[in-house]
């Protein structure tokens, strides 16, 4: 892919795979919950989110998107930056794992289960043998969601350690605003939400969404700049540059 061309998206490409980072880890949250009820992980659940290589499915897409963004460019990125790519790429070959371990326990055991094959002596010794190769792959699935969820929670602290770089990434910090109530506080809690906004933002929130509200402006998505001028005069009501970028809106 063309360098230049990707460095002029990366503000775009970033603010999705952020995005796409938030929606994998709720998604394997989800698999986790199921495993804890049914001591099992359905294999049709893992094969939608990884897919292959001719239809790829979310968790492979963002393994992609963070390889063209932090690895497959020539531009300087942070340690960090390096360390979210890598344990990515880490959680995508560990859920390989886990979905062929899925599939063993729905393909193959019911199979070897059958009575038929209990009532032939030989038969009964190989499957007893296959069985035992099945059930270590059952017991396998608490490890593998183990450390699945091991590498999630080291690929939250290092995304936590981009975020101050991208400061000027409007469309980031929109995502981040805009999902205060949703998908962003599931995954990056309540208080550190704050935290991460107030690191990037020193001088106050008001700041955050009046640059968003500013960037809109200039896209002409009035409705949106709207929204966070009115943010601003519920932190700040005498912002006089939102007092008047909100008037000059509205009159258009």
Known sequence: MNNS?????????????????????????????????TGLVAYHLLDVWIGSELKKGPLWNLKDQCHR??????????????????????????????????????????????????????????????????????????????RIKQLFTKALSHLKAIFPSHRDNLLLIRFLLDNNNKLARKVFGRDYFHAVLSSLFPEGLHSAYLSSAEQCISLGRHQDAVRYLKKVLALDPHNKLAQDLLQKVVQK
Not at 18 to 37: G, N, S, W
Not at 93 to 104: A, F, N, R
């Open 69 to 146: 963004l932090f690895r497959n460019n020539e531009t300087k990125n942070n340690l960090y930056e390096h360390l979210f790519d890598w344990t990515i790429g880490s959680i995508f070959h560990e859920t390989i794992k886990l979905k062929e371990d899925s599939y063993q326990l729905e393909a193959y055991r019911p199979l070897l289960e059958l009575e038929v094959y209990r009532q032939h002596e030989t038969f009964s010794v190989i499957i007893d043998e296959y069985l035992a190769v099945i059930e270590h792959a059952h017991s396998n699935l608490a490890d593998e969601l183990s």
């Open 5 to 37: 061309w990707l460095e002029s998206r990366k503000d775009f490409f970033l603010r999705n795979m952020v995005q796409d980072f938030c929606t994998a880890t709720i998604y394997f949250d989800q698999l986790c919950k199921e495993h804890k009820k």
